[in-house]
């Protein structure tokens, strides 16, 4: 007998996002328009099953999702179906839908070439423009099947889906860097990646990168001639190019008076800038990417204009505090600037330590004394030796006898620094694997000598949710387990978490004062945001770490403090932020002995 389908948060997510997108086509209320749309995005990022939500009853408990949404999910979970979103698939083919996917290619125009011309596919518009069918429309020319030409051929060539931060973030600095080594001194006046890379999200579709200039075409030219792009399309001031993994990348010269506003649009996001448009309009102004034009609704003269040299002056001529890029994706960040209640978010030079590392002792590639090094060039005041203990398989573990000789060694090195006056300490630990059947790879014994430990899964990552996740619970309930490491397993476009209740674990988590991890490595960038989120408001405490195995890995950082900032995480919520005493009296070994 066929098992029946359960659909995932993804795929409820993009059956809303297509109904948003018909309801656009057919001209419905813009509310409605866009409470689909927040759904869609909310349910994509939901930490639950929605599934588990639906069993519960508690599908509302999602933002964006009211009483008639609700039953519309539900019918979906439970028969496949919904009357209305049929009804409207049957109204609007998938192919316009598929059409608005193209660059510049809205609501309004797809519509136009459906109704009037009979379009009902890319691959029908295409068609239809080699042909010069088109040029005839009124508001469309040949320029304009030109464009959309390149349009097809630019979404043609990108990736199906969207690549880790960690694979774009350095790709879009090496454009930049390109232009800036590839102009004049002073030729760009201001430039800065946009878009979803600059809300550090964890995964991307396109990169926007703005920049000021006086000499547009000489900066077009320059960015067409880089060695990682390909030209597809361009004007005075936007090109588009598609790079060789097929990431599209849009580079715009703006006004220096338009930088402000421009800057706060093409970072987005799209349902953050809804909500600073409707608070705009209620102001009797509207808002776009040059500036802010008064409406007949205000006080201001209709028609007056006002640029914005910065996004502070934009935000705070609405009365918001600047809002950080990571906070804005319409998840209450408008409504606590309105307030001055935002918080002071968590920073790179917040950080005194790591927790987990490793070095040759395992599957690390450099020295104790080496990494040790690297992390006190950092800034660090400690750094915690935690190699993979034996029950991993694929790496030689470091048990309990080899666990005493790496002592030794550690407390040389810690020995020779305080002799010298150095205020830096090598802490050492283990990166505990939690085995198939839920015990774990080092007994109590060996675990209460060390300083800290880890515990993660690496094996049998496949099992169902109900054993994946008591094997978790076992460990998190050992008192020498102070952290969980990269909790679902997984690794960002290869392979897919596990089937964790992340929400029973964190609420263990909590209860027994175990440390939830943020593994900062781009490849997992586990826990994400949404769960780092809730593990605060569920009372957990979060390390950083960057899980290096190399001196040079330190540098990943960066991506695990985007996630915390995402999560509205501030110093206070990161343990890792404490000097060495206080750390370790957090430590769950030591507040149980304490």
């Known amino acids: 007998m066929e098992e029946e389908h359960r659909f995932t948060n993804r795929e409820i997510a993009d059956i809303l996002a297509g109904v948003g997108a018909r309801l656009q086509i057919l001209d419905a209320n813009k509310f409605r328009v866009i409470a689909f749309q927040n759904a869609a995005e909310n349910i994509r990022n939901l930490a639950q099953d929605i599934n588990t939500l639906d069993e519960q009853g508690a599908l509302k408990s999602i933002p964006g999702v009211g009483n008639a949404l609700a039953d519309a999910i539900h019918a979906l979970l439970a028969d496949g179906y919904d009357a209305e979103f049929d009804a409207l698939a049957a109204q609007v083919p998938q192919g316009v839908v598929d059409m608005m996917q193209i660059p510049d290619m809205g609501p309004k125009k797809a519509k136009r070439l459906w109704e009037e011309l009979g379009i009902d596919s890319v691959e029908a518009l295409r068609g239809a423009a080699e042909r010069g069918e088109l040029r005839d429309l009124k508001g469309f020319g040949a320029k304009s099947e030109e464009k959309i030409l390149k349009g097809i051929e630019l979404i043609g060539q990108r990736t199906d889906e969207r690549l880790p931060i960690g694979v774009v973030r350095p790709l879009a600095l090496g454009l930049v860097a390109g232009l800036e080594h590839a102009l004049p001194a002073h030729t760009l006046q201001r430039i800065e990646v946009a878009g979803s890379l600059r ?21 077009m030219a320059a960015f067409k001639n880089l060695p990682e792009v390909s030209r597809v399309g361009s004007g005075e001031t936007k090109t588009s190019v598609v790079l060789g993994n097929g990431l599209q990348v849009d580079l715009r010269v703006v006004d220096a008076q338009h930088w402000g506003a421009a800057l706060q649009y093409f970072t987005g996001s799209k349902e953050h800038n809804v909500a600073v448009r409707e608070l705009a309009q209620k102001s009797g102004w509207s808002l776009n990417e040059y500036g802010l034009t008064a409406t007949d609704d205000g006080e201001a003269p209709a028609g007056q204009v006002l640029f914005f040299p910065s996004e502070e002056e934009v935000y705070a001529f609405l009365g918001l505090e600047w809002i950080p890029p990571e906070l804005r994706e319409n998840r209450g960040e408008v409504a606590a600037a309105r307030r001055n209640g935002l918080p002071r978010l968590i920073t790179r030079a917040d950080i005194r330590g790591e927790l987990h590392g490793h070095t040759t002792w395992s599957d690390g590639t450099e020295s104790v004394a080496a990494m040790a090094a690297a992390a006190m060039a950092r800034g660090y005041r400690y750094w915690a030796v935690t190699d993979h203990s034996v029950g991993l398989g694929i790496v030689q573990g470091v048990d309990g006898e080899r666990l005493r000789k790496q002592r030794a060694e550690i407390d040389a090195v810690n020995s020779q620094w305080a002799e010298e006056g150095i205020d830096f300490a090598l802490l050492q630990g283990s990166e505990v694997e939690i085995l198939a059947d839920g015990t774990l790879g080092l007994p109590d014994d060996v675990l209460a000598k060390l300083d800290v430990a880890v515990a993660s899964i690496h094996s049998a990552q496949r099992q169902d949710r109900d054993t994946i996740t008591a094997r978790t619970l076992r460990a998190i309930e050992n008192p020498y387990i102070d952290i969980l490491g990269h909790p679902t397993g997984r690794l960002l476009g290869s392979r897919p978490p596990t089937e964790l209740d992340m929400e029973r674990v964190l609420a263990a988590c909590a209860a027994t004062g175990t440390i939830v991890e943020i593994n900062a490595n781009p490849a997992r960038l586990d826990v994400n945001d949404i769960y780092a989120r809730r593990a605060i408001e569920l009372g957990c405490k979060i390390a950083i770490n960057c899980d290096a195995h190399a001196a040079v890995e330190m ?9 915390a900032r995402r999560a509205w995480l501030t110093a206070a919520d990161v343990v890792n932020t404490l000097p060495p005493q206080a750390l370790l009296s957090q430590l769950k070994r030591n507040r149980r002995s304490a």
């Open 555 to 563: 540098n990943l950082l960066e991506y695990g403090i985007g996630v």
């Open 199 to 219: 809300r550090w999200k964890e995964t991307i579709g396109d990169v926007d990168i703005l920049c000021v200039s006086a000499d547009a075409a000489a900066v």
